[in-house]
């Protein structure tokens, strides 16, 4: 997925240099996982919704807590159908970081997996860039430094 070139390729898989790659899962029904962090949380799995448009981070008032990522509770706004507060988190996906805007509110996307997620990455977390899901290596690649 080709954000800043706004196009969909479809290809095999190949080495590409300069590029960080992180461990895929997926999970019912449709959810992609891979090993990232959000603000100062300790490491692990992070749900990747490459939709969010206009959100970098997703994150219950849990996991914003755990990370320390400190929202606005003097500007509600409403995403995803509920109240929540804004907020700019530093995220990671493998070693790559990004500060992103973000929200904190009663989000439970991952409830029900077995697991507990760090939060959710989504599209501005992405956007400046390409991102490659290879699902033959259960690999998530994305361009950047550590």
Known sequence: ?????????LRRAAPEPGRVTAPLWLAPDHS????????ESV????LIDTGGVGLGAVLSTAQATAGRVVPDY???????GVTCYPCTAEVALGQVRR?????????????????????????EFFKPSSITFDFRAMTVTVPGRP
């Not at 003097?74 to 995803?80: G, Q």
């Open 43 to 46: 490491p692990g799995p992070v």
């Open 1 to 9: 997925m080709d954000y800043a070139g706004r196009a969909l390729t």
């Open 99 to 123: 500060g992103v805007p973000g929200v904190v509110g009663p989000f439970t996307s991952t409830d029900g997996f077995g697991f507990n997620a760090t939060g959710t990455l989504s599209h």
């Open 74 to 80: 003097a500007a509600p706004e409403s995403d995803l």
């Open 32 to 39: 992609i996982f891979s090993w990232g962090r959000v603000g």
